[in-house]
């Protein structure tokens, strides 16, 4: 395989070095500027790509060492949307019955557009510190709207809520044109809603905020697609499902059938990266609605755990999901990033890179190539 997604491939984010959370730590607070923390952003970046190629992996990242939070720092790039703080809590689950919340919610204040790149600089110091295939990573908008419905977009900015997808898919028509031209040719979308959907808890709160979850997937399908549209035919796109991604912790649960035709056969996407760690994520059934010619991604390795998974265990998975879709469409991955916030999961760094390996020498032996 020459484009992604690869054989071996990884979701995106990467556990933060610790001088490199005290640094975001002093900027915050005034201690250093902007430029002393971006070349200690750019130190740690350089490890992290050698760390991702010295594990085999083909698709380079730049462990989204920029941001805070896998959504946030991109969202907000854009004009018209705000961070707030609000009374509609997202509870995070543990091992153990561990337990935590963030109140934290991404607001559309006014009208949606982009004044300005967000991940062009990013990207083309990537490029220049790998040979391998740099990967962009970009949160999609869907998850925003999911949380709260109409409710976290302003009346007064958008009385019609179809102008605020229309805004929002040309704010990011702006930002992958200009990726595109400075040579992007593999893009991810993460996406939370799609995966989110399947819990029981969620479906009823979406009810609540005047959404209809069985309508969602076909929605959200369509503005996924609308956002890649028009991109140029070397460019990969990939869409990874998630649920829920925060200090080991995730926040829901459930399988893939209640959008898995959907999400697979409505959006126009490359490849998709699917959770599948544990029992949380269901049956590989819903794959028997994968196209043909669409990548699934196989998240069997956790990014949470620091337990080592055993190859056997994960060749068997492959060959249990290969029922349903053929194998050579079938890709290995972690089920998810290790730091989707600058907290990060409760393993090490080693981990991380011998979780890397160990999807690089699985891709070796079951499909003889990464």
């Known amino acids: 395989m020459t484009r992604g997604p690869f054989r071996a491939d990884h979701v995106g984010s990467l556990l933060r070095p610790d001088y490199l959370k005290e640094a975001r730590a002093q900027h915050a607070a005034g201690a250093i500027d902007a430029q002393a923390l971006r070349a200690l952003e750019d130190r740690a970046i350089r490890e992290a790509v050698a760390l991702q ?24 790039g854009f004009d018209g949307v705000e961070a707030t703080q609000s009374d509609y809590a997202v509870s995070f689950k543990g091992k153990g019955g561990a337990l935590s919340q963030t109140k934290s919610m991404l607001s559309v204040t006014g009208k949606v557009g ?24 970009i949160p999609s908008p869907t998850y925003m709207h999911l949380r709260g419905g109409r409710k976290v977009v302003a009346d007064a900015a ?111 996407v490359d490849g998709f990266f699917m959770e599948y760690d544990t029992e949380r994520a269901g049956s590989f059934a819903p794959l028997r609605f994968a196209p043909k010619g669409k990548k699934i991604v196989l998240g069997l390795v956790s990014s949470k755990e620091a337990a080592m998974e055993s190859k056997d265990d994960l060749k068997r998975r492959i060959d249990e999901a290969a029922r349903y879709v053929p194998l050579d469409q079938l890709c290995i991955s972690p089920q998810c990033g290790f730091a989707s916030t600058t907290v990060g999961n409760r393993i090490t760094e080693d981990v991380e890179r011998r979780k890397l390996a160990l999807c690089a020498e699985v891709a070796l032996e079951v499909w003889g190539a990464l």
């Not at 905020?209 to 035919?233: F, Q």
């Open 53 to 76: 190629e010295q594990a085999g992996m083909k698709a380079i990242t730049d462990g989204e060492f920029r941001r805070a939070f896998w959504h946030v720092d991109f969202l907000t």
């Open 114 to 137: 982009r004044s300005k790149p967000i991940m062009l600089d990013s990207y083309r110091f990537l490029k220049s510190v790998t040979q391998e295939t740099p990967k962009v990573c």
């Open 158 to 268: 958008y009385p019609d809520p179809e102008a605020f997808w229309a805004d929002m898919v040309a704010a990011y028509h702006a930002e992958i044109a200009d990726l595109a031209q400075a040579g992007l040719s593999y893009l991810q979308l993460d996406d939370v809603s799609f995966a989110t959907i399947c819990d029981a808890g969620v479906r009823d709160q979406v009810r609540a905020d005047g959404l209809d979850p069985d309508a969602l997937p076909a929605k959200y399908a369509h503005i996924v697609s609308a956002i890649v549209a028009g991109r140029p035919a070397g460019m990969t796109v990939t869409m990874h499902t998630c649920r829920g991604n925060h200090d080991s912790m995730w926040m829901a649960e459930g399988g893939y059938d209640a959008v898995a035709d959907a999400m697979l056969n409505l959006t126009d």
